[in-house]
């Protein structure tokens, strides 16, 4: 079953807000990413945070990670219509020598112009 | 810069027939991983495969089978499908094992 919770599982927003998207897990990790999906579309990676690191920004992307808290959020600045897509975060998790790497349910995000 | 090649990119087949999709990793990436994402869903880890050797097994049923080649690409084979078996497939590769995933474009297959 999928560890990674998001939430809010649908949001909508208008243009110029800010979106801010979480997640959450269950076990310890190596490492969080997050990615982009278009409706239908593949996967764009945005930004990878280690295990090790509290906070990384990628343009109008601010990624945090509370490792005791087993949470993750995403913020989206001066969100755009172009910024409508489905977010998902993902895990990775080294289980018995292997590596998982378990998808959240994802976040909607609807921006409307 | 090269990324992870997947094909075909739109396959329609019918029910009980059966189906191959390709995957093409990142040269130097050894290790592929396989997901399935119906519609609306979130990805399923299905199967990976490090050193052309099957490295973790999800939720992949046993009508499917997968393996890695001499030359690192991989294959799903997917045999007796449902209609249940309508989904993006998304192929991803990376060099170290749980750093820098990449995905593929994905294989939408419509089995009809």
């Known amino acids: 079953s999928q560890q990674g919770e998001e939430d809010p599982q649908a949001l909508s927003i208008q243009e110029g807000e800010n979106a801010t998207m979480n997640c959450s897990y269950k076990?310890?990790?190596?490492?969080l990413q997050w990615y982009r999906q278009n409706s239908g579309r593949g996967l764009v990676h945005l930004i990878l945070i280690r295990s090790n690191e509290r906070e990384k920004h990628s343009g109008r992307l601010r990624v945090t990670l509370d490792t005791s808290k087993k949470s993750s959020s995403l913020l989206i600045t001066a969100s755009r219509a172009a910024d409508t897509a489905s977010y998902f975060c993902a895990a990775t998790q080294l289980l018995s020598g292997t590596y998982k790497y378990i998808f959240g349910t994802g976040t909607r995000l609807k921006v409307l112009a | 810069a090269a990324g992870v090649i997947q094909s075909p990119r739109h396959l329609i087949k019918e029910k009980r027939e059966t189906a191959t999709l390709k995957c093409y990793p990142i040269?130097?990436?050894?290790?592929v991983y396989w997901y399935q994402q119906g519609p609306g869903q979130d990805p399923q880890f299905l199967i990976s495969f490090y050193e052309k050797m099957q490295s973790d097994k999800g939720s992949i049923p046993d009508r499917f089978s997968a393996q890695q080649f001499s030359d690192y690409h991989s294959e799903l084979n997917m045999s007796s499908l449902e209609l249940g078996d309508s989904a993006l497939y998304f192929c991803?590769?990376?060099?170290?094992?749980?750093?820098?995933?990449?995905f593929g474009s994905g294989t939408r297959l419509t089995v009809v």
């Open positions: 991803a590769s990376s060099s170290d094992r749980g750093l820098g995933y990449t």
């Open positions: 076990t310890s990790i190596n490492n």
């Open positions: 040269p130097r990436h050894d290790t």
